[in-house]
T-cell receptor, first 112, second 114 residues
Framework: GIQVEQSPPDLILQEGANSTLRCNFSDSVNNLQWFHQNPWGQLINLFYIPSGTKQNGRLSATTVATERYSLLYISSSQTTDSGVYFCAVPTYSWSGTYKYIFGTGTRLKVLA | DTEVTQTPKHLVMGMTNKKSLKCEQHMGHRAMYWYKQKAKKPPELMFVYSYEKLSINESVPSRFSPECPNSSLLNLHLHALQPEDSALYLC?????????????FGPGTRLTVT
């Protein structure tokens, strides 16, 4: 099955710093989602980005499907950005349903 | 409205208990999912329901029994669980199953089996 790897696994930043998180996947995909899991466990949708670039405030994401990777950029980080960032990609099941495979995650801590 | 709700938020149960987790969405989505997440691990898919029928079962033990009473509700019935089943249980929904649609997650139920 498809493999989804994220890097770095852990990241500590000072408030105000910028960062880039990477998601590599082993097979072609139809779409890709980025999530932020806050300390209470809630998975918050950040981007739905099968290809190209999207921006939302201080966050932006780029997916290069032909090269099987996606990048999440966080600028001017804030302590509220702390948590775990996951990418997830769908794979096609024999039953005709897509199922989502999550990456290994990047654990981010932003220090005040 | 992109909200998926889950109850309860926390659950502590003994190995002989029977309990149920509930998930609800009012977005008109036709696919709903149960995931299990252990500490410091990514969510892992357990079940997918699409059009109220079980579409994917990822070889989950029979002590977990899903039920989809209607298109907005998804339950997970728990019976004779083991301590290693303690985890965060996440429900999600997406518009449809046939193409890859964006998933929306509920806040989760944190389950402890004693």
């Amino acid at each position: 099955g498809i493999q989804v790897e994220q890097s770095p696994p852990d990241l500590i930043l000072q408030e105000g710093a910028n960062s880039t998180l990477r998601c590599n996947f082993s097979d072609s995909v139809n779409n890709l989602q980025w999530f932020h899991q806050n300390p209470w466990g809630q998975l918050i949708n950040l981007f739905y980005i099968p290809s190209g670039t999207k921006q939302n405030g201080r966050l932006s994401a780029t997916t290069v499907a032909t090269e099987r990777y996606s990048l999440l950029y966080i600028s001017s980080s804030q302590t509220t950005d702390s948590g775990v960032y996951f990418c997830a990609v769908p794979t096609y099941s024999w039953s005709g349903t897509y199922k989502y495979i999550f990456g290994t995650g990047t654990r981010l801590k932003v220090l005040a | 409205d992109t909200e998926v709700t889950q109850t309860p938020k926390h659950l502590v149960m003994g190995m002989t208990n029977k309990k149920s987790l509930k998930c609800e969405q009012h977005m008109g989505h036709r696919a709903m999912y149960w995931y299990k997440q252990k500490a410091k691990k990514p969510p892992e898919l357990m079940f997918v329901y699409s059009y109220e029928k079980l579409s994917i079962n990822e070889s989950v033990p029979s002590r977990f029994s899903p039920e989809c009473p209607n298109s907005s509700l998804l339950n997970l019935h728990l019976h004779a669980l083991q301590p290693e089943d303690s985890a965060l249980y996440l429900c999600a929904s997406s518009q449809d199953r046939g193409l890859a649609y964006e998933q929306y997650f509920g806040p989760g139920t944190r389950l402890t089996v004693t």
